[in-house]
Antibody, heavy 121, light 107 residues
Framework: QVQLQESGPGLVKPSETLSLTCTVS????????WSWIRQPPGKGLEWIAY???????NYNPSLKSRVTISVDTSKNQFSLKLSSVTAADTAVYYC???????????????WGQGTMVTVSS | DIQMTQSPSTLSASVGDRVTITCRAS??????LAWYQQKPGRAPKLLIY???NLETGVPSRFSGSGSGTEFTLTISSLQPEDVASYYC?????????FGGGTKVEIK
């Protein structure tokens, strides 16, 4: 079955750029909506961005000025870049898939295990 | 943005109890609501989609109801393995938003 795996540095310095990659295995990355979601320690979930087939992208307005999401279909991967990070960006970052049923874009049915990113000097 | 408000934030109940969690949206999201279960140190797991549809493999003691702005997640008979945090999520429109979560404990 489809599995997601996040990868990237666990420690990022303030003001630098956080870069994460999600590798999709067991299925094609094409034809689905792929998202990044984060969860600060002890807090709730925040959706960051989604991408669909590289030409349909949407960002959370609260992060839009600092976020870039992209997809590499040849590697079955999609990526997140978050610039000018501060301690407030410290969180577990999850990648997740929204399934598509006919013309309906549904809930997040598959999640990666998550990766902890700490912003600290 | 559509705000999702969950209540209660914490819930303590006995094994076998019926448990209900409420989620309110700041405007109508039709039936585009999902419920997730998150155990400590784990990724969220989809329980319910489109407000009342049980995800494959999820025990039938979980059920969802509601439409528009008011939704509920019910556990008909609480089991020890149901100790977790539960989140509702709007996927009617972007930005996709989550409720603040409800932590369920065993009394």
């Amino acid at each position: 079955q489809v599995q997601l795996q996040e990868s990237g540095p666990g420690l990022v310095k303030p003001s630098e750029t956080l870069s994460l990659t999600c590798t999709v295995s067991g299925g094609s990355i094409s034809g689905y909506f792929w998202s990044w979601i984060r969860q600060p320690p002890g807090k709730g979930l925040e959706w960051i961005a989604y991408i669909y087939n590289s030409d349909n992208i949407n960002y959370n307005p609260s992060l839009k000025s600092r976020v870039t999401i992209s997809v590499d279909t040849s590697k079955n991967q999609f990526s997140l870049k978050l610039s000018s990070v501060t301690a407030a960006d410290t969180a577990v970052y999850y990648c997740a898939r929204r399934r598509v049923v006919g013309v309906t874009v549904d809930a997040f049915d598959i999640w990666g295990q998550g990766t902890m990113v700490t912003v600290s000097s | 943005d559509i705000q999702m408000t969950q209540s209660p934030s914490t819930l303590s109940a006995s094994v076998g109890d019926r448990v209900t969690i409420t989620c309110r949206a700041s405007q109508s999201i039709n039936n585009w609501l999902a419920w997730y279960q998150q155990k400590p140190g784990r990724a969220p797991k989809l329980l319910i989609y489109k407000a009342s549809n049980l995800e494959t493999g999820v025990p039938s003691r979980f059920s969802g109801s509601g439409s528009g702005t008011e939704f509920t997640l019910t556990i008909s008979s609480l089991q020890p393995e149901d100790v977790a945090s539960y989140y509702c999520q709007n996927y009617n429109s972007v930005p996709l938003t989550f409720g603040g979560g409800t932590k369920v404990e065993i009394k």
